[in-house]
């Protein structure tokens, strides 16, 4: 009894986070990558947004990216390009593909996609170096995402 | 060039300069024991066309205290390994009471082997390793047990064998009965494994010389191998470091001696053809 209790309340939690949003199976890209609607259906939390991209166990996105406006971030990374400014030159649109789903924006690109759930090659259970089991998880949430989103739109020249 | 123009390029390059600082291989010269100079940096063979055109140490991408370490044997914490390597080359052992002095003499009488391996065994029909080759000797020479894959014996051997070998250039041949199974490597080493879908060449062909958080990328060459990294304060083996790259994909990896990394090593060690032998090296 206990156990559905919990189950049932799981799918609840995974069902209310997703009412109004979008599964990373399900979400539609434009012609060059970008996404329309918020993907949780909520508005992103800029401040959270930043502690996503810096830190390692989250986003991790400076282990490739630099970024002027975190300068209590060390180790900022050199595979992708610097972020400054990226705000004033990409729409949230178009951030929220490439954050999404960068391969949309940038065949073949080195950037992972942060909102995808199927298509890997010998996927992993976090970083243990065993199979993954039962349904992936994407590495950011729907508000994880938009959070990210809203973050790059404060990076402005 | 008139003077304005010339001190606006100083301005250009002071200001580049620091970047260019950051990244890339830097241009020292690895000597060891102020005697032996290693080939750190050679022309990528005939099979990198369109991939690379110059092969790098990774050596060269380590900070300069790191890079002292492997300069001088005293310091080289590797060459502790090497030692009791010495110990087991001399140790009789298993039911024909041999030890490896038995058959081969001195270990210098290696000197070169290292450089060629992987390699394929006509007669067993197999590509080995020389871990393989090793395990070959024990069990159907010596009728001794077979090492455990990376295992610290296993290691210790490699090791001494790499020494005898530092400054002979890696020549694996791709050709030939070798050639299934070196094809296989190529396709692992381009392989997108994981949930953040990265392949060998994503990190090492085209992002060597970048920083990637605090790591320097470099060319993921082994022909320094085994190698003693200061992170976990022992000698590592290729398949290890396989290992722990894939892990880092978030992928399911593969596991030493396992068919796929003997594939991959052949692979990764012929993109290192005209590097010379450098281990046991120093890394971090």
Not at chain 2, 5 to 23: I, Q
Not at chain 2, 203 to 230: K, M, W
Request: include cysteine; glycine fraction near 10%; proline fraction near 5%.
């Amino acid at each position: 009894m206990k156990l559905t209790a919990l189950t049932l309340a799981g799918v609840l939690v995974a069902g209310a986070a997703l009412a109004n949003g979008v599964a990373p199976d399900e979400v539609t890209y434009g012609e060059y990558g970008e996404v329309e609607a918020s993907l949780s259906g909520a508005e992103g939390n800029a401040d959270k947004g930043r502690e996503i991209f810096s830190t390692k166990s989250m986003g991790n996105c400076v282990s490739c990216h630099a970024v002027s406006a975190l300068p209590d971030v060390p180790f900022q990374g050199e595979v992708g390009p610097m972020l400054d400014g990226v705000g004033g030159y990409r729409s949230a649109e178009e951030l929220r593909g490439i954050v999404a789903n960068a391969k949309m924006t940038f065949e073949g690109t080195v950037m992972p996609a942060f909102y995808k759930t199927s298509g890997f090659i010998r996927p992993g259970d976090g970083y243990t170096g065993k199979a993954a089991e039962g349904p992936l998880e994407p590495i950011l949430s729907a508000q994880d995402v938009e959070d990210v989103v809203a973050f790059l739109m404060t990076l402005q020249d | 060039m008139n003077f304005r123009t010339m001190t606006a390029a100083a301005a250009m390059l002071a200001l580049t300069a620091p970047m260019l600082a950051a990244g890339g291989a830097d241009d020292d010269t690895l000597i060891i024991n102020e005697d032996l100079e290693i080939t750190t940096k050679a022309a990528a063979a005939p099979h990198l066309d369109g991939h690379l055109d110059e092969v790098i140490s990774g050596w060269h991408f380590r900070d300069d205290d790191t890079q002292a370490m492997e300069m001088d044997d005293f310091d080289n914490p590797g060459m502790i390994f090497v030692d009791q390597g010495i110990d087991q080359w001399n140790a009789v052992e298993g039911s024909e009471e041999k030890s490896c002095a038995s058959c081969h003499g001195e270990p210098e009488e290696m000197a070169g082997v290292k450089a060629v391996y992987p390699k394929w065994n006509e007669e067993a029909g197999e590509v080995r390793t020389l871990q393989m080759q090793m395990n070959a000797c024990r069990e159907e020479r010596m009728g001794a047990e077979p090492w455990k894959y990376d295992s610290a014996d296993a290691i210790n051997m490699e090791a001494l064998l790499a020494s005898v070998s530092r400054g002979m250039p890696v020549n694996v041949a791709i050709d030939g009965p070798a050639a299934e199974m070196w094809e296989k490597g190529k396709e692992m080493y381009y392989t997108r494994y994981g949930v953040l879908e990265l392949s060998c060449a994503n990190c090492h062909e085209q992002n060597y010389g970048n920083y990637i958080r605090a790591d320097h990328l470099s060319q993921g060459q082994i022909n320094a191998f085994p190698t003693y990294r200061l992170k976990n304060a022992k000698l590592n083996g290729s398949h290890d470091r396989f290992k722990g790259c894939i892990r880092d994909t978030r992928a399911e990896t593969f596991s030493p001696g396992s068919p796929e990394f003997v594939a991959l090593e052949l692979y990764v060690a012929s993109r290192g053809n005209g590097l010379d032998v450098e281990g046991p090296s120093v890394r971090n």
